[in-house]
C-alpha cells in the first residue's frame, strides 16, 4: 500500500499569504496525485488533478507541482474562504489511498 | 449539473447487514467508473471500493474485502454498496464519488456526495 504523508497537519496563516503543503509518497506514484479541499460540513471538492493541472472553477491562486514522490499545494495569497482540511490522494496504484489531511486556519 | 445523492445509511448493531445507494443524474453515469469512499471519525478518508463502466473490474480495501460488495446498474444510474457483518469501525460516513475520466479504471474524483452517515453500535 503507498502511504502519502502531508506536512504540516496544522496551519494557521494570516490572510493574503502564501500557503504551502506538502505530500509525501512512500512509493513513486508519477503524477498521479490529487488534491482535494474539505470545508466544514461538506463533501471534499478536487483543486488539483495529476500534480498540476489545474480544474474548472478552481481559482488560479491554487498550484500544484511535483512528481515521483514528492508533491506540493500551493496558495497563494490566502482568502478567508480557504479555511478547510486539504487530502492529498494517489491513483497511481490499489488501494487507492489518502493522506492525513492539513487543515488550514485563518489568523 | 451533476448530482449524486446517497442513501441508506443509519444505525445498525454489529454483524448486521447494511445497503447503500447513490441515485446519479447530471451525466452520462454508464461511462464512468465509481467509487465509494468512508470518512471516519478523526477526519481520516479511506478508499473503500471500486467498479468499471461495466462492472468488469472491482476494487476493494482490505478492510472491507469478503464483507462489502460494489454494484451498479447503469439502466438505473445507480451505484450500490452491500454491507455485510458490520464491525463498529465501519462507522463512517460514506462518501459516493465519480471517477473523471471517461473510461478510466482509477484517476481523480471530479464530484463527491454529499455523504450517508453509517453507525455501527450495539
Known amino acids: 500500500e503507498i502511504v502519502l504523508t502531508q506536512s504540516p497537519d496544522f496551519q494557521s496563516v494570516a490572510p493574503k499569504e502564501k500557503v504551502t503543503i506538502t505530500c509525501r509518497a512512500s512509493?513513486?506514484?508519477?503524477?498521479?496525485l490529487h488534491w482535494y479541499q474539505q470545508k466544514p460540513d461538506q463533501s471534499p471538492k478536487l483543486l488539483i488533478r495529476?500534480?498540476?493541472q489545474s480544474v474548472p472553477g478552481v481559482p488560479s491562486r491554487f498550484r500544484g507541482s511535483g512528481s515521483g514522490t514528492d508533491f506540493t499545494l500551493i496558495i497563494n495569497s490566502l482568502e478567508a474562504e480557504d479555511a478547510a482540511t486539504y487530502y492529498c490522494?494517489?491513483?497511481?496504484?490499489?488501494?487507492?489511498?489518502f493522506g492525513g489531511g492539513t487543515k488550514v486556519e485563518i489568523k | 449539473e451533476v448530482q449524486l445523492v446517497e442513501s441508506g445509511g443509519g444505525l445498525v448493531q454489529p454483524g448486521r447487514s447494511l445497503r447503500l445507494s447513490c441515485a446519479a443524474s447530471?451525466?452520462?453515469?454508464?461511462?464512468?467508473?465509481m467509487n465509494w469512499v468512508r470518512q471516519l471519525p478523526g477526519r481520516r478518508l479511506e478508499w473503500i471500493a471500486s467498479?468499471?463502466?461495466?462492472?468488469?473490474?472491482?476494487g476493494y480495501a482490505d478492510s472491507v474485502k469478503g464483507r462489502f460488495t460494489i454494484s451498479r446498474d447503469n439502466a438505473k444510474n445507480s451505484l450500490y454498496l452491500q454491507m455485510n457483518d458490520l464491525r463498529v469501525e465501519d462507522t463512517a460516513f460514506y462518501f459516493c464519488?465519480?471517477?473523471?475520466?471517461?473510461?478510466?479504471?482509477?484517476?481523480?474524483?471530479?464530484?463527491w456526495g454529499r455523504g450517508t452517515l453509517v453507525t455501527v453500535s450495539s
Open positions: 464519488t465519480k471517477l473523471a475520466q471517461v473510461g478510466a479504471t482509477r484517476g481523480d474524483f471530479d464530484n
Open positions: 447530471g451525466f452520462s453515469f454508464a461511462d464512468h467508473a
Open positions: 467498479i468499471s463502466r461495466n462492472s468488469a473490474s472491482l
Open positions: 512509493q513513486r506514484v508519477g503524477t498521479a
Open positions: 495529476y500534480a498540476s
Open positions: 490522494h494517489q491513483s497511481s496504484s490499489l488501494p487507492l489511498t
